[in-house]
C-alpha cells in the first residue's frame, strides 16, 4: 500500500524511546488530505451482539417517528435522527429442526444468511450455508476498494463447548461462500497492518508488492496443477485456495490503481488493550479510519459473542452474559441482562457520533452509511429466534429514511432487510434465506 | 424364519470361500449364526419394542429386528444400540430391567456381525485430500524445518496467523480448516518474515519486542526459572535475527520509597543492575524507565529482569495481586527488547547450520549448492520427493534474490516461495488414478509418514520417516510399530500429550474463564496458570508413565506450587516450583476429577453447575453425550409454594417431567456426586449455610457418594472410559469426527489395548494399525455421494 504516511520515521521515533500508545490518540485530530475528494461510496457495518434481549427495556412503546427512547436505547439519544429501531423480525430458520441444541450457533450463522445450519459432528453433514449479504453487497460495492470486506471481533473465540459442537459458528457472521466463513481478527495490531502495512519506504513496500505478485503467480500455477489431480469432491477446498490468491492480486491491484494518498497514520497499536471498553474503542476507531481512507466499505463484527463467558464486573454484573441471559424470568438476573445490553450501547454510541461528525462528500460519513446492529436472538432465556433486537443508523446516502421506530407484524423475516438493503445497492435480487420480499422502511 | 437376502458382503465372502473350506465348517457356522440371530430378535423383541416401534417411536428410534439378518446394511442404527446396549443406559430407569442373557445375548451378536461386516468391507470414512496445517502444526514445521525456535514477541505465531477454527475441542478437523483472503496474506507475510529471519537477512528491519506483565501476576514472590533470591520480575526467550546492538528497556508500575535493585540477565549471566528510586517524599511516584544498549549474537536467547528480593521490601503491605496492589512495590510492567542496530552480520544461528549444507565458492559452486539447499528444503516442507517441475517453480525465486543480493538472498526468496506453496500449506492426499469409488485403499507411504508425524508430534515427518517411506518399508506393521515407540520417546511427542489434552478436555477454555470477582476473591491469573501446569503435568506422568490410561481417573498423586496447595488446604508445601505430590487414600484431588481447572472450567462464573459438569464427564470421558434437550424446554423453576428451592430441589423438579428425566437423570447424578467443589474448585462442606449433599443415583440405582464414589464407578468400567479415550485420540489423529462406521475400529483398537493394561502407547499403536488411520475412502466415491445425500435429506 501506498500511503505516504510517514510510518517509518514513527517507527524510528519510538525506537529512540519515545514509547507507543495503545490507543490512537491522534486520531480525532487528523484531517484527511485526499488529493481529489473521491465521489461519495455506500458503506456498510453489521454488528453482532448475542445472548437475546429484554424486550420491555429494548423496545420503544410507541411507534413513528415520536417514539420514546426506551431504558437500553438512552445511550443512543446523540444519534437519534440517524437511526430506526426495527422491531418484530425474526429469523425462524435459526429454530430447531429436532437437530440438536444449536440455538445460539444457528441464531449467530443465520444472521446475515438466512440459512439453517445443521449440527454438522453427525455424520454425512457437511458445512453448507450460503454467502452471507455483507459479501454479495461487498462484491457490489467494494470490488474497487483495497480490501473488500473486514471481520472483526473483540470477543475471544469460542473453543471448546458450543450447544452443537460447532464453535465456528459464532465466531463469524460472515460468509465467503456457502461453505468458507470469513474469519474474524481480535488483535488491533493485526488490522492495522492489514490496512495500512506495516512500515518501511514507500520504495520497499512497491518491491515487496511486486514480489508478492509474481509470488501469486507462481502458487496459482501449482495449485491449478494440484486441482488437475484431486476429484471434484475436493476441488472446493482448491478453490478457496485460488480464490483467495486472485483476491489478493486484486487487492494489489488495486492498492496501486490509487496512486499516492496523504494522510497521517497514527501510530501501530501493539496490544490488545485489556478491558472491553478500550479495546471495542480501539477497533471501532480503526474500523472509522478504514472507512475514512475507503481502504474497505463493508465490515461486519462480533461485538457480543452468542454463549460469551464475558464478565462484566466494571457495571457491577458478576456473573457471565451468557449465564446472566438466561434469567429464568427473575426480575434482578433480568436487571443485569438489560445492564449488559445498555452498556453494550454506550460503547458502541461514539462509534456512530464520530461517523456523523466526519465530512464525507456533501454529508458526513454516516449519511453515506448504513450500520445494522443487532443479533439472531430475541428472548435469550427461552432461546426464541422472534422479535430480534435490530438496530440501523445512517441513511444509505439518502436512500433510507431514519428516525422511526418501524414495528413490524410479528415474525416478519429479518432477511427482508437484507433484500432491501441488497436492492437499494443494486444488487439484483429477489429473494434472500427465508425472506418473503422486501422490507417497506418507510414510516 | 427369514430368507437371507444375498447381497450380504459377509456371506457373500463366506460363500466365496466355501470352496476352499469344509462345507461342514460352513453348515455350522450358517448353523450358528442363524440360532443366534433368533436369539437376539427375541431379546429386542421383548424388551425394545414396546417404545421403539413403528407407534412408539420413541426418540424417534424405530427397531425392525428383521434387520438384524443384515446388520452391514443398517450398521448406523445397530451401532447406536449396540452402545446403549454396552453401556446398559436402556431401557430407561423406570422401565422394568431386562435380565444380563438378553443383554449379552444381543451385545455378542452385534459386536461379531458389525466387526465381521467391517472387516470384509473396510470404510475408512470421508477425509478431504487436502488439510490445511493448523496454526500450532505450521510453528512445529517451521521449528523442525528451519531450526527456528522461541520467535521474537513480534513475530509471535499468535499474531502472525489466525487460529484455527474447532469443533468439539478439537482444531485440526480437515473440514474446517479453511483458507479465505485475511488469513492467505498472512502466510505471505509471515513466509517473508520467517525466512527473513531463517536466512539472517541484513537487511532486517529493527524489531520491537514488547513483553507486557500479565496484570494479575503477583511481582511479590519469586518466579519460577528466575535466580534465587528474586522477587517477580519476568524471563523470555527471543531468537535474535542478527549479530548486533540491541536496546533494552524496562518500565514501571507502582512506586515506592525505598531502594530496590533491579537486575538484567541475558543467557542466565547478568548483564545490567540497576537502582530503582521514586523520591521520598510524598504519594510515591512511578520510576523512570531504565534502558540500556549492549551487543548480542544472533540466534537464540533468554532474558531476564527481575528484582533483588530484599526483607524490607515486605515492611510495605504487599498484597498478592497487582491489579489490587499497584502501588505497594515498583512492579515491572513491561520490557521491550529492540533490535538489531548496527548489524555486524548474519551470524552463526542453529536455522542456519540447518539451511546452509554447502557454500556457494566451495567445491559445489554456486547454482549447484543452491540448488542442493532449496531441494533438501523443499523435500522437508513438502514432506514427499520434489519433483522437477516443482524445483523449476521455485528457482525464479532464487534467481530474483541472487540478481538483489547474492546467494543468500536468492536463498530466502525461495524459502518465502516454498512457504506459501499449497503443498507445504496443506497436507495433501491425492487418490491414485485406480482407486475404486467406494472402496478403501491403503495410502501411499509419504501419506502415511505425514500422518504419522502430524499425530504425534504435530509436525512435519523427520528425515528417518522419510527415508523409510522412499524405501517402501513404513507400511510394515512392525516397522510402524518399531516408528511409533521410537516417536513417542523423542521429545517432540511433548505436542501430543499438550496438545491432545487440552482440547480434548476443553482445558484452552480456562483461559475464558472469569469467576465473579467479589465471589471469589481468591482467584487469580497464577492460580489459573497453576490449574493449566497441573493438569498437563499430571496428564503427562499417566500417559507417559507406561501405565493404565484409566490412572487419569484413578491416580492418586498430582503436582503442585505453594500457590495451587494453598488452594487445595495443602501442607508444608513451599516456593513456586511445581512438585509431585502422593495424595493420602481417597484424597479428593486424585485423578482429573479433582483438578482445579476441570472443576472450574465446568462451572458458572458465579456458582457450580451440576449439569455442566454431568455433561462433561458423560462427553469427554464416557463418549457419551446426552442427546440434545427437546425444543421448548422447560426452564428450572427455582420457587415452590413461595419457598425458594436448592438447586438440587429445582434439578429434581425438572426431571419429574419425563422430557428431562430421560438425560438429567445420569447426567444430574454425576454433577451432584462433584458438588463438594465450590465453582473455583476448593472443597466445601458447606454451601450457603447448608451442608453439602454430594450423594446421588444412577439410571440403574447405582448408589454414588461424592467424589470418591464417583472415581471408583468410572473405575470399574474401564473399558468404558478406553472407549471415549480411543475415540477422541482417533478423532484428533484423523482430523475428522468419528461416526459410527468407526465403532468397530475403536472396538478393536480397546480389546487390543486391554490386553496391554490399557496403556497410552498401546492405544496409540493400535490407532496407527486401525483401518481409519491406514486407509483413505476415495473422496468421489459413494460415500462422498452418500454424505451429499444425507445433507440434502437433511433439509
Known amino acids: ?443 | 424364519m427369514r430368507p437371507m437376502p444375498g447381497t450380504k458382503p459377509l456371506y457373500a465372502a463366506v460363500l466365496a470361500c466355501a470352496a476352499a473350506l469344509a462345507g461342514a465348517w460352513l453348515a455350522e457356522r450358517y448353523g450358528l449364526f442363524e440360532q443366534n440371530l433368533a436369539a437376539a430378535q427375541s431379546a429386542i423383541g421383548a424388551n425394545c419394542l414396546d417404545c421403539h416401534d413403528e407407534i412408539g417411536r420413541s426418540g424417534d428410534l424405530v427397531l425392525d429386528p428383521a434387520t438384524l439378518a443384515d446388520v452391514g446394511g443398517h450398521a448406523e442404527v445397530w451401532e447406536k444400540v449396540l452402545r446403549k446396549i454396552t453401556d446398559r443406559a436402556m431401557p430407561p430407569p423406570d422401565e422394568p430391567r431386562p435380565p444380563e442373557e438378553d443383554y449379552l445375548t444381543v451385545e455378542r451378536f452385534l459386536v461379531a456381525e458389525l466387526d465381521a461386516v467391517a472387516a470384509a468391507r473396510p470404510n475408512a470414512g470421508d477425509l478431504p485430500q487436502l488439510h490445511r496445517l493448523t496454526r500450532t502444526e505450521y510453528r512445529n514445521a517451521i521449528r523442525d524445518l528451519l531450526a527456528l525456535e522461541g520467535l521474537p514477541a513480534e513475530l509471535d505465531f499468535e499474531l502472525l496467523l489466525p487460529a484455527d477454527n474447532r469443533s468439539s475441542g478439537f482444531d485440526n478437523i480437515a473440514e474446517l480448516l479453511f483458507i479465505a483472503p485475511s488469513n492467505m496474506e498472512r502466510y505471505i507475510d509471515t513466509a517473508r518474515r520467517i525466512s527473513r529471519l531463517a536466512v539472517g537477512d541484513m537487511n532486517t528491519p529493527p524489531l520491537v519486542n514488547r513483553h507486557r506483565m500479565a496484570l494479575q501476576l503477583p511481582q511479590d514472590t519469586h518466579l519460577p526459572g528466575l535466580p534465587l533470591g528474586t522477587r517477580g520480575g519476568l524471563l523470555v526467550e527471543s531468537f535474535l535475527p542478527l549479530d548486533g546492538e540491541y536496546v533494552i528497556r524496562v518500565e514501571f508500575a507502582g512506586g515506592s520509597h525505598e531502594l530496590h535493585e533491579l537486575e538484567v540477565l541475558v543467557n542466565g549471566e547478568r548483564v545490567a543492575a540497576a537502582t530503582v528510586v521514586t523520591g521520598n517524599r510524598g504519594f510515591p511516584r512511578r520510576p523512570p524507565p531504565f534502558q540500556f544498549r549492549l551487543p548480542l549474537p544472533a540466534g537464540p536467547a533468554q532474558f531476564g529482569v527481575t528484582f533483588v528480593e530484599r526483607s524490607e521490601a515486605f515492611d510495605e503491605s504487599t498484597l498478592r495481586v497487582r491489579r489490587r496492589s499497584r502501588g505497594a512495590l515498583p512492579d515491572i510492567e513491561l520490557v521491550t527488547i529492540s533490535g538489531p542496530f548496527n548489524p555486524t552480520g548474519p551470524g552463526d544461528t542453529p536455522s542456519r547450520a540447518r539451511i546452509f549444507t554447502c557454500t556457494p565458492d566451495g567445491e559445489l559452486g554456486e547454482r549447484a549448492c543452491a540448488s542442493e539447499v532449496l531441494t533438501a528444503l523443499a523435500h522437508r516442507a513438502y514432506r514427499r520427493p520434489v519433483s522437477d517441475i516443482e524445483l523449476d517453480e521455485i528457482w525464479p525465486f532464487y534467481e530474483t534474490g541472487f540478481a538483489e543480493g547474492g546467494f543468500e538472498r536468492g536463498i530466502q526468496y525461495a524459502l518465502e516461495r516454498i512457504l506459501v506453496s499449497p503443498q507445504f500449506l496443506y497436507r495433501v492426499e491425492i487418490d491414485p488414478p485406480g482407486a475404486e469409488p467406494g472402496k478403501a485403499y491403503a495410502i501411499g507411504s509419504f501419506e502415511l509418514a505425514s500422518r504419522l508425524s502430524f499425530f504425534l508430534w504435530s509436525s512435519i515427518p523427520d528425515d528417518e520417516l522419510l527415508e523409510l517411506a522412499a524405501a517402501g518399508r513404513l507400511q510394515d506393521p512392525g516397522t510402524l510399530q518399531a516408528q511409533v515407540e521410537r516417536m513417542l520417546a523423542d521429545p517432540r511427542s511433548t505436542s501430543l500429550v499438550s496438545n491432545f489434552a487440552s482440547q480434548w478436555l476443553f482445558l484452552g477454555d480456562i483461559e475464558s474463564k472469569d469467576p465473579d470477582l467479589y465471589l471469589f476473591r481468591d482467584y487469580d491469573e497464577t492460580l489459573r496458570d497453576a490449574f493449566a501446569i497441573e493438569t498437563e503435568l499430571f496428564i503427562d506422568s499417566v500417559l507417559r508413565g507406561g501405565g493404565s490410561i484409566l490412572e487419569l481417573i484413578t491416580a492418586n498423586h498430582t503436582f503442585v506450587n505453594e500457590r495451587l496447595a494453598e488452594h487445595y488446604g495443602l501442607a508444608n508445601i513451599e516456593g513456586s516450583h511445581f512438585r509431585r505430590v502422593e495424595l493420602p487414600e481417597d484424597s479428593p484431588r486424585a485423578g482429573l476429577l479433582g483438578k482445579g481447572g476441570i472443576l472450574t472450567l465446568t462451572s458458572y462464573s458465579t456458582r457450580t453447575s451440576p449439569v455442566l459438569r454431568g455433561k462433561y464427564v458423560l462427553e469427554n470421558l464416557l463418549a457419551a453425550p446426552p442427546p440434545p434437550p427437546p425444543r421448548d424446554v422447560p426452564s428450572l423453576v427455582t420457587e415452590q409454594d413461595g419457598a425458594v428451592l436448592t438447586l438440587r430441589e429445582a434439578l429434581e423438579r425438572h426431571r419429574e417431567d419425563p422430557a428431562c428425566a430421560g438425560c438429567h437423570y445420569e447426567m444430574d447424578a454425576i454433577g451432584f456426586a462433584l458438588e463438594n467443589f465450590d465453582a473455583v474448585g476448593q472443597w466445601r462442606d458447606r454451601s450457603a449455610g447448608v451442608e453439602v449433599d454430594a450423594r446421588s443415583e444412577l439410571p440403574d440405582g447405582t448408589p454414588i457418594d461424592g467424589i470418591t464414589g464417583l472415581r471408583n464407578h468410572l473405575a470399574q468400567r474401564p473399558d468404558r472410559f478406553a472407549r471415549a479415550f480411543s475415540e477422541k485420540l482417533l478423532m484428533y489423529a484423523l482430523g475428522r469426527n468419528i461416526q459410527y462406521y468407526d465403532a468397530p475400529a475403536v472396538r478393536a483398537i480397546v480389546r487390543d489395548a486391554a490386553n496391554d493394561g490399557y496403556s497410552f502407547a498401546s492405544i496409540v499403536e493400535g490407532i496407527v494399525l486401525s483401518v481409519p488411520f491406514r486407509m483413505r475412502n476415495p473422496r468421489d466415491g459413494t460415500a462422498a455421494n452418500a454424505a451429499a445425500a444425507v445433507t440434502e435429506a437433511n433439509r
Open chain 1, 1 to 443: 500500500m501506498r500511503y505516504v504516511t510517514g510510518k517509518s520515521i514513527a517507527r524510528r521515533t519510538f525506537l529512540r524511546g519515545a514509547g507507543a500508545a495503545v490507543a490512537l490518540p491522534m486520531l480525532d485530530a487528523m484531517v484527511p488530505a485526499f488529493g481529489q475528494a473521491p465521489a461519495p461510496v455506500p458503506r456498510l457495518g453489521f454488528v453482532y451482539v448475542g445472548n437475546g434481549i429484554i424486550h420491555d427495556d429494548w423496545k420503544p412503546a410507541t411507534t413513528g417517528r415520536d417514539f420514546t427512547l426506551p431504558p437500553n436505547l438512552l445511550p443512543l439519544a446523540g444519534v437519534r435522527e440517524h437511526m430506526n429501531v426495527l422491531t418484530g423480525l425474526s429469523h425462524l430458520e435459526a429454530d430447531s429442526r429436532g437437530d440438536g441444541s444449536g440455538d445460539h450457533t444457528r441464531a449467530c450463522a443465520a444472521w446475515l444468511t438466512g440459512v439453517h445450519v445443521y449440527d454438522r459432528t453427525r455424520p454425512g453433514v457437511e458445512v453448507r450455508v450460503a454467502t452471507s449479504a455483507d459479501q454479495l453487497a461487498a462484491r457490489q460495492i467494494g470490488s474497487d476498494s483495497p480490501i473488500q470486506s473486514l471481520e472483526l471481533t473483540v470477543e475471544t473465540p469460542q473453543q471448546g463447548a458450543c450447544d452443537s459442537g460447532d464453535c465456528f459458528y459464532v465466531n463469524t457472521v460472515s460468509w465467503r461462500n456457502e461453505s468458507t466463513p470469513n474469519m474474524t481478527e481480535i488483535h488491533p495490531r493485526v488490522v492495522f497492518e492489514r490496512l495500512f502495512g506495516d512500515g518501511g519506504s514507500s520504495a520497499e513496500r512497491l518491491a515487496r508488492v511486486r514480489r508478492t505478485g509474481s509470488l501469486l503467480d507462481s502458487v496459482d500455477a501449482e495449485a491449478r496443477r494440484l486441482a488437475g489431480k484431486l476429484g471434484g469432491g475436493d476441488r472446493s477446498k482448491i478453490n478457496e485456495y485460488l480464490d483467495t490468491v486472485r483476491e489478493i492480486e486484486r487487492r494489489i491491484q488495486n492498492t496501486e490503481a490509487r496512486g499516492e494518498q496523504s494522510l497521517e497514520l497514527p501510530e501501530r497499536p501493539t496490544s490488545i488493550p485489556e478491558t472491553f471498553e478500550a479495546h471495542t474503542q480501539l477497533m471501532l476507531d480503526l474500523q472509522h479510519l478504514a472507512f475514512q481512507t475507503d481502504a474497505t466499505r463493508v465490515f461486519s463484527m462480533i461485538y457480543a459473542r452468542e454463549l460469551s463467558g464475558r464478565s462484566y464486573a466494571q457495571i457491577g454484573v458478576g456473573g457471565n452474559h451468557h449465564g446472566v441471559s438466561h434469567h429464568r424470568d427473575d426480575p434482578t438476573l433480568m436487571a443485569l441482562k438489560s445492564r449488559i445490553d445498555t452498556h453494550n450501547l454506550r460503547v458502541f454510541a461514539p462509534f456512530i457520533e464520530k461517523l456523523a461528525a466526519t465530512p464525507d462528500g456533501d454529508g458526513s460519513l454516516l449519511d453515506q452509511s448504513l450500520i445494522v446492529y443487532g443479533g439472531g436472538m430475541g428472548n435469550g432465556n427461552l432461546h426464541r429466534h422472534s422479535d430480534i433486537p435490530c438496530l440501523t443508523f445512517g441513511s444509505l446516502g439518502g436512500r433510507i429514511p431514519t428516525g422511526t421506530h418501524l414495528a413490524y407484524e410479528m415474525d416478519t423475516p429479518m432477511c427482508n432487510l437484507l433484500v432491501t438493503m441488497l436492492q437499494q445497492l443494486d444488487v439484483e435480487i429477489e429473494l434472500f434465506g427465508d425472506s418473503s420480499g422486501a422490507l417497506d422502511l418507510d414510516a
